[in-house]
């Protein structure tokens, strides 16, 4: 009967070493799948990062078809871009605004009528607190 209950007692621990080791794993598998946190920038850090006015070369290139061939131009961009009359072609030369981006950012341009404020963009799905800090520097109304 003692061999029993120490056999009994055995299963039980190695059960919970079990459900520990899983439940560990789990937590970790958890945090690596946390968005990574970044530091946020006060207002005063966020517009001393780009002098007012600057002008940026884009990275982006856009072609045009002359019946000489493809010729490739590079793009010049006048920073802050004015939110109320900028092209979509404007807005993706700052970093993290894409063709859906700028295009959800021109079509809510529409919807209001035209910005007042550039925290608005904050009501554009896709943009958050991390996006606008990016963004904010290179945008004005």
């Known amino acids: ?81 004015n939110l109320n009359n900028c092209t979509a072609e404007d807005l993706m030369a700052i970093d993290n605004v894409g063709e859906t981006r700028a295009n959800a950012i021109i079509a809510y341009r529409e919807y209001l009528g035209g910005y007042t404020s550039v925290e608005q963009l904050k009501n554009i799905s896709g943009i958050g607190d991390t996006v606008y800090a990016s963004i904010a520097p290179y945008v004005t109304v």
């Open 1 to 81: 009967m003692q061999n029993k209950i120490k056999s009994d007692k055995y299963q039980s621990m190695v059960l919970v070493a079990v459900a520990l080791i899983i439940l560990g794993v789990i937590f970790i598998i958890i945090a690596l799948n946390q968005p990574k946190v970044n530091e946020e920038k006060t207002e005063s850090t966020v517009n001393s990062s780009v002098p007012e006015h600057t002008e940026l070369n884009s990275d982006k290139t856009s072609s045009v078809d002359q019946s000489s061939g493809n010729d490739k131009t590079e793009a010049s961009v006048t920073f802050p871009i």
